[in-house]
């Protein structure tokens, strides 16, 4: 929502797609990603110290699984932001990056399909 704080946003969001609650003083911002694909836009990953709730699916329109994995398994088919963060090691450390169509092509294996 317009104005919202991205620490509130993100909160919001979880809540909103996988039903979990978080207070925002529980979110730490991990790595920023610009992306210049198919529209210019920002993607922020947060990391969740605490939260309550069970994970699960509350837009099965949008997702068809959910599941806990480890950042050296992660499942083939994610989502380029996934892979993103893949690339910057998942660190703790704030890290930045940007994404164009050759370094989607280059993680995603593929090209940004419509």
Known sequence: MY????RKTAARE??????VEVAIDDLRLIHVDQS?????????????????????ICEPEKCS???WFATDDLP?????????????????A???STTDQKA??????GPLEP
């Not at 104005?3 to 991205?6: L, M, Q, R, Y």
């Not at 836009?41 to 309550?52: G, H, K, M, Q, R």
């Not at 994610?78 to 893949?86: A, F, G, K, M, T």
């Open 3 to 6: 104005g919202e704080s991205f």
């Open 14 to 19: 979880l809540n909103e797609e996988v039903g």
């Open 36 to 56: 210049f694909l198919d529209r210019d836009y920002v993607n922020l990953t947060f990391v969740a110290d605490a939260w309550s709730g069970q994970p699960r």
């Open 65 to 67: 699984a959910i599941g």
């Open 76 to 92: 083939e088919k994610s989502v380029n932001v996934v892979r993103v963060n893949e690339r910057a090691g998942f660190t703790d």
């Open 94 to 96: 704030l890290t930045y």
């Open 104 to 109: 989607y092509e280059s993680f995603m294996g």
